[in-house]
């Protein structure tokens, strides 16, 4: 496994990936080159306030079968955040992923995503169709939608959000915790995981000063979005995924996901397994998730 930085116009992205890129930086005079040996490339894409590692428990079960890349999404990680006027506007995601395929080869190129990695997964594999030979969603289908005539509530909530962050900037900054360990228990109680499984999420998601232990996300992806689309658009994207799908959802995960709400009968090509776990069901139950998307890949040889 090795650190790889993948250079966009306005920041990098820090990642992993299961190969040595020559300088460590890929950027789009110096991008991606990997074998034909007939291996697909998969692209690991987490979720909300996690980072590459999330699926490092998948990584050496999935080398064998294919090439891999997983990076920090901004303000996660170890990737930097977002300039001090910008927040984490969903659509924004889609196009830091955009301006990292372009960075990679030309060949099948699978996208892996969990969560908030999942809803962006899919809508761009509606927008670039061609670009995308398949989709593994966990835990996450269309992107989150509402209806319309909530939007005025939303953006009143939105606007409040982030002028209480405004206020509260400095607090958030300061919060320390003592010990590796105090952090890591604080994840394992909010996720309701164990340490064994956080591990090496907590140690990417951590910075430590004289002060003490801190995490690294953004404070500001707490703030709520200022607008959602509506039913009938979330519906349209999924409908123009062209690729065959494999959507993973854990038995005590979201619910929501499991009903036509979700978004999966919207998918032209989808298959859809349930395995043990819950929301962080690949942390939980990784040889299970690992073998059905070993399956997954088997068409596409």
């Known amino acids: 496994m090795f650190e790889t930085n993948f250079q966009l116009a306005e920041l990098s992205l820090a990642g992993l990936s299961s190969f040595a890129h020559p300088s460590g930086v890929v950027q789009p005079a110096s991008p991606v080159v990997l074998p034909d040996d ?14 590459a590692a999330s699926f490092d428990a998948l990584f050496s079960r999935l080398a064998p079968a294919c090439h891999w890349v997983a990076v920090d999404w901004p303000g996660h990680g170890w990737s930097p955040s977002r300039s001090a006027d910008n ?45 995308i030979t398949g989709l593994v969603l966990i835990e996450g289908l269309a992107p989150l939608y509402e209806a319309p005539e909530l939007v005025v509530e939303r953006l009143r909530q939105g606007l409040k959000g982030r002028q209480r962050y405004r206020e509260f900037a400095e607090r958030f ?54 607008y959602r689309i509506c039913e009938d658009q979330a519906k349209a994207l999924m409908s123009a995924v062209g690729c065959p799908v494999l959507s993973i959802i854990g038995a005590q995960g979201f619910t929501r996901l499991k009903q036509p709400a979700g978004g999966f009968d919207w998918l032209p090509q989808a298959e859809q397994v349930e395995v043990a776990g819950g929301h962080h069901c690949h942390l939980e139950s990784p040889q299970a998730v690992c073998d059905q998307i070993i399956k997954f890949l088997s068409q596409f040889k």
């Open 87 to 131: 927040y984490y506007h969903f659509f924004d995601y889609l196009d830091d992923l955009h301006q990292l395929m372009a960075l990679l080869p030309s060949r099948e190129i699978v996208l892996v995503g969990h969560s908030l990695g999942a809803l962006v997964s899919g809508c761009y594999a509606a927008a670039y169709p061609a670009q």
């Open 173 to 226: 900054a300061s919060r320390r915790m003592g010990s590796f360990d105090e952090a890591l228990a604080l994840r394992c109680a909010v996720n309701s995981l164990s340490a064994s499984q956080l591990t090496p999420l907590v140690k990417r998601a951590l910075c430590r000063d004289e002060h003490g232990w801190y995490w690294r996300h953004d404070n500001r992806l707490r703030c709520d979005s200022l």
């Open 38 to 51: 007939g291996r697909p490339l998969l692209l690991f894409l987490h979720g909300w306030q996690d980072n």
